[in-house]
């Protein structure tokens, strides 16, 4: 079970602030690498967030055994992506199908295989349990000897954002595909994510946020109600180390004209 993730930086605003852009990708995404969706594209614009700035457009779509998952923030010229997919997918084909729509100049990217706790990934990427700075964790984690169904992974994602400080801007949306039982609810700024094997027994979990949330009490969630299991904490969310298209400086380029126009800033 394969999982890209890939931050975007210095992307297009408009682009990243258009509807039809986002349903465009995930059509692209789709056909490009050959994934078996079991639904449309879901997408929700959000301009409700505290700090507009983070304002933008969440979307998803689920797929056989996993999803795709996008999150814009046309303010700062991020988009956050997830392609998680029980099959192969390129990561050169990912990430050259969202830089064609979205324009990003800089980006980070990570892939991992799911089925297996990934000793190979950069040390740097994941968390040290320390709150440092502004990041967005990402929790992954994979459960084995699961017995669950539709109604126990509904309700999980719907009492789960409110548990680890989250707010949800979405219902959970739950599927049932012939080998997986799929459930995604977005929260402010990105989503969470369930996807059981019905067959193996084995439930994969996502938790993603592009601001801190308390990631500890997810882990703490998961095993109260399910006992051991495996799981990381990656770094994501370095739009607030880049701040390439920051509020403030966008202020500050589009206002360059009032010291052309002066006469200690400009030509005599």
């Known amino acids: 079970m ?8 210095g992307g297009s605003e408009n682009r990243l602030d258009d509807l039809r852009t986002v349903n465009a990708v995930f059509n692209d995404l789709i056909n490009t690498l050959h994934l078996e ?9 959000y301009y409700y967030a505290k700090d507009s700035d983070d ?16 999150h814009t923030f046309p ?13 192969y997918a390129s990561e050169e084909k990912f990430i050259e199908v969202l830089k064609t729509y979205f324009k990003f100049v800089d980006k980070k990217s990570l892939c991992t295989e799911r089925r ?17 700075g502004d990041f967005g964790p990402h929790i992954i984690a994979r459960i084995e000897n699961v017995d669950t169904g539709m109604e126990q992974i509904f309700d999980m994602l719907d009492e789960l954002p409110q548990k680890i400080n989250m707010l949800p801007i979405s219902r959970p949306y739950v599927l049932k595909s012939p080998e997986y039982i799929s459930g995604v609810v977005l929260i402010a700024q990105s989503h969470i994510a369930f996807h059981y094997s019905v067959k193996e027994k084995k439930l994969f979990c996502d938790a993603f946020s592009c601001s801190f949330y308390k990631s500890e009490q997810f882990a703490d969630y998961l095993q109260k109600r ?12 370095s739009k607030h180390e880049k701040k390439i298209n920051s509020r403030q400086t966008k202020i500050k380029e589009l206002s360059r004209w009032v010291i052309n126009a002066s006469t200690k800033g400009g030509n005599k």
């Open 37 to 45: 969706s079991v639904m449309p594209p879901f997408l929700l614009p």
């Open 75 to 87: 303010r700062r010229g991020c988009v956050f992506a997830d392609l998680l997919y029980d099959g």
């Open 226 to 237: 399910f006992g051991g299991f495996e799981h990381m904490t990656l770094i994501r969310g």
């Open 55 to 70: 304002d933008g457009i969440s979307a998803f779509v689920i797929l056989r055994g996993g999803h795709i998952t996008l």
């Open 2 to 9: 394969i999982h890209l993730m890939l931050d975007g930086y």
């Open 116 to 132: 297996f706790y990934d000793s190979t990934i950069d040390s740097a990427r994941i968390w040290n349990g320390k709150e440092e």
